[in-house]
C-alpha cells in the first residue's frame, strides 16, 4: 500500500517562497511508469494540477504556474517537493501529493491526506 505524506508551513507570508515536502513509503519514486505530483484546491474553487516529477527525474509543470514552480526530488530519503515562489493570497489551498499513473492517460491512484497552506501577512 503506497502511502504519501505532506509536510511543511502552514502559513507563508506574501512574496515569499512556498516549500512542501512528500514523504512516500510503501512504493519507490524511482519505479517506471510512475509520476508524482503535486495538485492544489483552494478555497470553493476545484482542483489545480500544478506539476509532477517522473521516475526519472523528468519535471512538468502547468503552463500557468511554471515560471514560480519548481518540483524537484531526494531519492535517497523518497521524497519529492515543491516549490512555489513569489506568492500570494491567492496561492492559499490545499495542498496534495499524488501518485500518477503513466501511459496513454495519466491518472491519479493514490492520494496525500492535504495540508492547508494560507498566504497571509
Known amino acids: 500500500q503506497v502511502q504519501l505524506q505532506e509536510s511543511g508551513p502552514g502559513l507563508v507570508k506574501p512574496s515569499q517562497t512556498l516549500s512542501l515536502t512528500c514523504t512516500v513509503s510503501g512504493g519507490s519514486i524511482t519505479t517506471n511508469n510512475y509520476y508524482w505530483g503535486w495538485i492544489r484546491q483552494p478555497p470553493g474553487k476545484g482542483l489545480e494540477y500544478m506539476g509532477a516529477i517522473s521516475f526519472t527525474g523528468n519535471t512538468y509543470t502547468s503552463p500557468s504556474l511554471k515560471s514560480r514552480t519548481s518540483i524537484s526530488r531526494d531519492t535517497s530519503k523518497n521524497q519529492f517537493t515543491l516549490q512555489l515562489s513569489s506568492v500570494t493570497p491567492e496561492d492559499t489551498a490545499v495542498y496534495y501529493c499524488?501518485?500518477?499513473?503513466?501511459?496513454?492517460?495519466?491518472?491519479?491512484?493514490?492520494w496525500g491526506q492535504g495540508t492547508q497552506v494560507t498566504v497571509s501577512a
Open positions: 499524488t501518485r500518477i499513473v503513466g501511459g496513454y492517460t495519466w491518472y491519479s491512484d493514490y
